[in-house]
């Protein structure tokens, strides 16, 4: 986070660096450039906002998610097909009885 504050906090010290040589050279008047910079200075912290609450709600879902580790999916695996083999329901080589490809493939 503070990572994102230096960021802008130097983004907007380069636009109005920016902002002060178009005023020198003629090209912006004072408040010209005071109204573009504080536009964009606007527009960047309703960025960081969104992007701050995008953030948020992508932690709280992660948070939810529950991800099997392979170690566990291929002991599971191995479990299912244990019993498929018990139960005469052997799917073959064609067929991996978890449905997806092993590690190697």
């Known amino acids: 986070m503070l990572a994102a504050l230096g960021a802008a906090v ?3 010290e ?3 660096e920016v902002i002060r040589d178009l005023v020198r050279g003629g090209e912006l008047t004072r408040e010209q450039g005071a109204k573009i910079l ?3 200075v606007a527009r960047g912290e309703k960025v ?3 992007v701050g609450r995008i953030a948020a709600e992508l932690g709280q879902k992660i948070a939810k998610w529950q991800p099997v580790m392979r170690g566990d999916f291929d002991a599971l695996c191995a479990r299912v097909a244990a019993l498929e083999q018990r139960l005469g329901m052997d799917p ?3 067929e991996p009885s978890c449905g997806l490809p092993g590690p190697d493939a």
Do not use: C, F, S
């Open 92 to 94: 073959g080589p064609e």
């Open 10 to 12: 130097v983004t907007q």
């Open 48 to 50: 960081q906002g969104d």
């Open 14 to 16: 380069k636009l109005e």
């Open 38 to 40: 504080a536009e964009l």
